[in-house]
């Protein structure tokens, strides 16, 4: 799975892109740790708080049918473009 994260989530994790194998029935949370264990502990806490994805974080699937938001316990593809985004108090993204 493709994982791409934007704007400020880049200087929190460390990483702006990168690709790390799921299982069929892997949720976002899974692709957190996965990457998380690939690129260094600082991921998790940049884009999750305890087992749910931060307040100011917004997941999104990009997949060939469809671009999808997804909560923390969603599930996601092996084929799947998962991109973190960072959503300030407004409600506005910024990539």
């Known amino acids: 799975m493709r ?3 934007n704007g400020v989530l880049t200087l929190r994790a460390g990483v702006e892109e990168s690709s ?3 299982s069929e029935r892997a949720t976002t949370i899974d692709v957190v740790e996965a990457l998380s264990r690939e690129c ?3 991921v998790r806490p940049a884009l999750l708080k305890g087992d749910r994805l931060r307040s100011d974080t917004v997941a999104v699937r990009e ?3 469809s671009i999808q938001r997804l909560s923390s316990d969603s599930r996601v593809e092996p084929g799947d473009t998962l991109r973190f985004q960072f959503e300030d108090p407004d409600q506005q993204l910024y990539a």
Do not use: C, R
């Open 63 to 65: 997949s060939s049918e």
């Open 3 to 5: 994982v791409k994260l």
């Open 20 to 22: 790390v194998h799921i």
């Open 40 to 42: 260094g502990p600082q």
